[in-house]
């Protein structure tokens, strides 16, 4: 089965330090993955994907994510983090076996500390 | 540029009654979906469709209806509603090439007394 394990619910860091927030994921197939951020009381939005390629993958406002295929993980990373990167993130994959169905972690809450 | 749009944004139920969340997408994607997402819980899929005059259930379809009789179109009718109903749900579509991402509506939170 398809799944996603996002460990850390919550991750603190202080401005200006660097941000890591993990992902695992469990697939049948090749993996699609795909990082999403969440601002209070507003949509998801697309950060990055991993397709096929490189394995490491820049995104929007200066995120990137590493993919690893044998350790099965996709952590999201900043090289200095910022007050305004504080927010939800959610790490997703999509097996295009099953309907192309997207499977969602449940959420890592970003804190940067000023 | 509308992209994904829902309606209502706020919806208050009492328990029994019937509503329909409109969504509608102006990208021309062909895969829709529809999200519940509840706290510690993520985003779980309700109901997903792969084109017009398809559609098929996700995890947590219970409760719910769908139809998709237009490419641009993808409501979400809860038939009878249930205190367990009360969450945030959220409409996202996505183009072709299947490995293409979801692009989300703004949500509608739903509330049921």
């Known amino acids: 089965a398809q799944s996603v394990a996002q460990p850390e619910d919550q991750v603190n860091v202080a401005e200006g330090n660097p941000l890591t927030v993990k992902c695992t994921y469990s697939?049948?197939?090749?993996?699609?993955l795909f990082w999403y951020v969440q601002y209070p009381n507003r949509g998801l939005q697309f950060l990055l994907k991993?397709?096929?390629?490189?394995?490491l993958v820049k995104g929007s406002y200066g995120f990137e994510a590493e993919f690893n295929k044998s350790q099965t993980s996709f952590h999201l990373k900043k090289p200095s983090a910022l007050v305004s990167d504080s927010a939800l993130y959610f790490c997703a994959v999509r097996d295009l076996g099953t309907g192309n169905q997207f499977y969602f972690g449940t959420g890592t809450s970003l804190t940067v500390i000023p | 540029n509308a992209g994904v749009t829902q309606t209502p944004k706020f919806q208050v139920l009492k328990t029994g009654q019937s509503m329909t969340l409109q969504c509608a997408q102006d990208m021309n994607h062909e895969y829709m979906s529809w999200y519940r997402q509840d706290p510690g819980m993520g985003l779980r899929l309700i109901h997903y469709s792969v084109g017009a005059g398809i559609t098929d259930q996700g995890e947590v379809p219970n409760g719910y209806n769908v139809s998709r009789s237009t490419t641009e179109d993808f409501p979400l009718r809860l038939l009878s509603a249930a205190p367990s109903q009360t969450s945030v749900y959220f409409c996202?579509?996505?183009?072709?090439?299947?490995?293409?991402?979801?692009?989300f509506g703004e949500g509608s939170r739903l509330t049921v007394l």
């Open positions: 991993y397709i096929t390629g490189d394995n």
């Open positions: 996202a579509s996505s183009p072709r090439p299947l490995g293409g991402e979801l692009f």
């Open positions: 697939v049948s197939g090749n993996p699609y």
